[in-house]
């Protein structure tokens, strides 16, 4: 009889998570392209569709951070091309290796997350409106300077596609690498340390979490500059894939990246989000992207069917949030 309780209470909670209904939609939707096109569920397909998306995988990981803290971030791609360009620059001119080159994007992306998020700080402005500020002040300053030229010509180490081993295994391209590194980290920081859970707590109720002693400034200063981290480290990868840096090669990308967070479970509100769902909302996107591409379909209606989907997704996940609202759940802490 206690048996029969507890499997019950495991599928209440099973049927409690988004995620769930995520990945039910993820298999459907894969079974759906393979049986149009085999093609679709080999190995090559599914590998090259994660790497090609992979630079935009890694910022989704950050937006999803700063979603949860309760704010929100409309200038990580404009952060992602100053970085990118600083980088290109210096190793194209000095020289350097590849740990050098993370490192400038990443340095620079630091640097102007500290800006976002003292501005939102001090200002007392909301974040979307700073960042749309920042994103334009970023990007406009870049096309002043640069004169929005093209970089080419990176040194030969750059451009080599080098794979990382492990004992005796195939290996694994630099962008799988450091797409699995970086959620790993997030989920480590969301999961195991007090960071994490003073971010859950500023986003379920930013006065509550000051008046039990949680610096806001110094949780919001590491949010958005870890969310510019990681865009400088998705753009070195971006770059590694491209071998060139256009100045309009990320921009434009930012609603693609935050529809997947909010798809996967986070919510515009704060408070709630994990590293699973987003996972699982970036894989439903390129899914429903790369299978429409193999049926031949233009993509003018790829946003149409994405569109519709998020549309969908996203109805059910306030739905669920009502939900856990009447019972008094309003911070979700990652389990």
Not at 267 to 288: D, E, K, N, Q, R
Request: charged share 10%; aromatic share 12%; hydrophobic share 55%.
């Amino acid at each position: 009889m206690r048996r029969l309780t507890d499997s019950n209470s495991v599928l209440r909670k099973l049927f409690g998570k988004s995620e769930f209904y995520l990945l039910l939609v993820i298999i459907v939707v894969s079974l759906f392209f393979t049986i149009l096109k085999p093609s679709f569920l080999t190995s090559t397909n599914l590998y090259g569709m994660v790497e090609s998306n992979s630079f935009l995988a890694i910022m989704a990981a950050g937006v999803l951070v700063v979603l949860i803290s309760g704010g929100i971030d409309i200038s990580f791609t404009a952060i992602a091309t100053v970085a990118q360009y600083v980088m290109a620059t210096i190793v194209i001119h000095w020289g350097g290796n590849m740990f050098l080159a993370f490192a400038i994007g990443a340095v620079v992306g630091i640097a102007l997350g500290l800006v976002n998020a003292l501005l939102i700080y001090f200002l007392k402005t909301p974040p979307i409106i700073v960042t749309i500020a920042t994103m334009n002040l970023f990007y406009g300053l870049l096309i002043f300077i640069s004169g929005g030229t093209w970089i080419y010509g990176f040194p030969m180490w750059f451009m080599e596609r080098n794979l990382v081993r492990f004992g005796d295994n195939p290996g694994i391209t630099i962008p799988i690498l450091v797409l699995v590194l970086s959620f790993i980290l997030t989920w480590l920081i969301l999961k195991y340390t007090a960071l994490g859970r003073n971010i859950y707590a500023v986003g379920g109720n930013q006065e509550a979490a000051r008046r039990v002693g949680i610096s806001v400034l110094k949780t919001q200063i590491f949010v958005y500059c870890y969310m510019g981290f990681l865009a400088g480290i998705a753009s070195t990868v971006q770059a590694n894939m491209m071998l060139t840096v256009a100045p309009n090669a990320l921009m434009g990308r930012e609603l693609e990246v935050l529809a997947a967070v909010v798809l996967g479970g986070a919510s515009l509100a704060g408070g709630t989000g994990s590293i699973l769902g987003t996972v699982l909302g970036f894989g439903l996107i390129v899914i429903v992207q790369n299978g429409l591409t193999l049926l031949g379909i233009s993509s003018y209606w790829h946003k149409v069917f994405i569109g519709a989907i998020i549309v969908v997704s996203v109805g059910i996940t306030a739905y669920q949030r009502k939900v856990r609202e009447r019972k008094g759940a309003i911070i979700n802490v990652e389990d």
